[in-house]
T-cell receptor, first 111, second 114 residues
Framework: NAGVTQTPKFQVLKTGQSMTLQCAQDMNHEYMSWYRQDPGMGLRLIHY???????DQGEVPNGYNVSRSTTEDFPLRLLSAAPSQTSVYFC??????????FGPGTRLTVL | AQSVSQHNHHVILSEAASLELGCNYS??????LFWYVQYPGQHLQLLLKYFSGDPLVKGIKGFEAEFIKSKFSFNLRKPSVQWSDTAEYFC????????????FGTGTRLKVLA
């Protein structure tokens, strides 16, 4: 089992470009979420989903879109990248045990 | 508002010293509490969790935490740290029911000197 996978591992964008960060899981977990990690600010929840077709906003949703068409995939879209979105992005999943399982992260730089 | 406070942002200890990291939360209703660890260059992984029952919970690598409901606290402890414990530690809270929305603290960066 791969667990939680994220692609790409690193990405550099120019201001205004769009891109999609991929997250996939093979754990059959209903709950998936996206966080950004910035120095001194911990992990901040961007969007989350409690199942296919259901998504909701977290603490810092502006500038990001998500969709959940399948249980396995939960892509995060940056609509028009800004330097303030430079961060490390983590995808996480959770089952009935409520423990979160994290992916390896995507380090994004926006110039 | 829901929040998690970790009082110590940076902690430096010598090997064999005892560790206590503070965590206080503000979250309505009954909660589940977690400590996660992030080793350098790695993703977060679970250290321990509290759901119910004995408020003193034991986790991996000799870590333990005590849930004190009256103080809304869930402090992490280890009697004797090792150099390999150098990492960032995050406290997190979620509700026991409804959505699985997690709130994380800002983290404590621990450096253990050999």
């Amino acid at each position: 089992n791969a667990g939680v996978t994220q692609t790409p591992k690193f990405q550099v964008l120019k201001t205004g470009q769009s891109m999609t960060l991929q997250c996939a899981q093979d754990m059959n977990h209903e709950y998936m979420s996206w966080y950004r990690q910035d120095p001194g600010m911990g992990l901040r929840l961007i969007h989350y989903s409690v199942g296919a077709g259901i998504t909701d906003q977290g603490e810092v949703p502006n500038g990001y879109n998500v969709s959940r068409s399948t249980t396995e995939d939960f892509p995060l879209r940056l609509l028009s990248a800004a330097p303030s979105q430079t961060s490390v992005y983590f995808c996480a999943t959770s089952g009935t045990g409520r423990e979160q399982f994290f992916g390896p992260g995507t380090r994004l730089t926006v110039l | 508002a829901q929040s998690v406070s970790q009082h110590n942002h940076h902690v430096i200890l010598s090997e064999a010293a005892s560790l206590e990291l503070g965590c206080n939360y503000s979250y309505g209703g009954t909660v589940n509490l977690f400590w996660y660890v992030q080793y350098p260059g790695q993703h977060l992984q679970l250290l321990l969790k509290y759901f119910s029952g004995d408020p003193l919970v034991k986790g991996i690598k000799g870590f333990e935490a005590e849930f004190i409901k009256s103080k809304f606290s869930f402090n992490l402890r280890k009697p004797s740290v090792q150099w390999s414990d150098t990492a960032e530690y995050f406290c997190a809270v979620t509700s026991t029911s409804g959505t699985y929305k997690y709130i994380f603290g800002t983290g404590t960066r621990l450096k253990v000197l050999a």
